[in-house]
């Protein structure tokens, strides 16, 4: 069972490395870099637990997560984790964003999203924080389809549970993945 923290080393660990550990190869690989260029000994069948390539629900032992943060420079993880507690890269905060909030919406109102590349809905908003698709270019969303969200947020993905489509409803769907939203805007409807 894997911590935030843990989370956070492994993903770090992998950012240093410049390369995803995702296969069998990947692990050994590492696990040899670790060793020769580091003098880090963490095994392939370790790290292909801690990083769920393979079934296992134990918590990581210290010194797998001590070696690991040694990789990063730390002298252990417990300094490791002092230092996501204090680092401004992983501090909560407010932002300003250029959003739209369902709240702030009265019923009919609409809405224009677009995002990479070239993708654009116009949205009737209908209440309960429920919009239908009026206008779609270049999307896997169509008009009429309908979605429920909280608000449209500008450069950050939208997550969907689900479109609703002719009464059905589909698997998540995530708009602006990379990148996220690049227009959000109340329009006037004339």
Known sequence: MNTPEIEELKHLVEERYGKKLSTTTDFDEFSLMLQRRHEIAVSSSTLKRLYGYVGDSHKPRVQTLD?????????????????????????????????????????????????????????????????????????KIQVDDKFVTGCFIKNSPLYLPYIERNGERTATFVAGRNGGLSIVRRIKVQ
């Open 67 to 139: 070696s690991l943060a040694t990789y990063l420079k730390f002298k252990d993880y417990a300094e490791f984790v002092e230092w996501l507690k204090t680092s401004t890269r992983y501090n909560s905060s407010f932002f300003d964003a250029g959003q739209i909030v369902s709240s702030d919406l009265e019923h009919g109102e609409c809405v224009e999203i677009g995002w990479s590349p070239n993708r654009v809905l116009r949205l009737e908003y209908l209440g309960d924080s429920t919009y239908r698709v009026i206008e779609a270019q270049n999307s």
